[in-house]
C-alpha cells in the first residue's frame, strides 16, 4: 500500500517561491507521480505530473514557474513553485499511480482518474 505525506506549504508574497514535498512510503520508484490544486468550490485540476522516464507536463498557467522533480533514493516528489501569484493559493495534493503515466494523444494524462493513490494536502496561500 502506498501512502503519500505532502509537506512544505504555507504562506508567501506574490512574487516568491516555495517547494512543496511528497514523503511516499510504500515502493513508489516505477510510478507516475503528479501535483494537483484545489481551491473551494472548484475541481481538483493536476497542473504538473512525472512519468517514470522523468518526461514531464504542465497545465498552462504553472508552465515556466512551476518544476516537478522525484527523487528516486529518497522516495519524494518535489514541486518548486516560484513567481508565485496570488491565484495559486490552494490546498496542493500529490497524486500517484503505478507503471507509467496514461497518455492522450501522446501527452501525459493530468486527469484525477488516473491517478490511485493521494495525500492529505497541504496548504499553499500566496499573499498580494
Known amino acids: 500500500q502506498v501512502q503519500l505525506v505532502e509537506s512544505g506549504g504555507g504562506s508567501v508574497q506574490a512574487g516568491g517561491s516555495l517547494r512543496v514535498s511528497c514523503a511516499a512510503s510504500?515502493?513508489?520508484?516505477?510510478?507516475?507521480m503528479g501535483w494537483f490544486r484545489q481551491t473551494p468550490g472548484k475541481e481538483r485540476e493536476g497542473i504538473a505530473t512525472?512519468?517514470?522516464?522523468?518526461?514531464?507536463s504542465y497545465e498552462d498557467s504553472v508552465k515556466g514557474r512551476f518544476t516537478i522533480s522525484h527523487d528516486n533514493a529518497k522516495n519524494t516528489l518535489y514541486l518548486q513553485m516560484s513567481s508565485l501569484k496570488p491565484e495559486d493559493t490552494a490546498m496542493y495534493y500529490c497524486?500517484?499511480?503505478?507503471?507509467?503515466?496514461?497518455?492522450?494523444?501522446?501527452?501525459?494524462?493530468?486527469?484525477?482518474?488516473?491517478?490511485?493513490?493521494w495525500g492529505q494536502g497541504t496548504q499553499v496561500t500566496v499573499s498580494s
Open positions: 510504500g515502493y513508489t520508484n516505477g510510478f507516475c
Open positions: 512525472i512519468d517514470t522516464d522523468g518526461s514531464t
Open positions: 497524486a500517484a499511480d503505478s507503471g507509467r503515466c496514461t497518455r492522450y494523444g501522446g501527452r501525459i494524462s493530468r486527469n484525477r482518474a488516473d491517478f490511485a493513490y
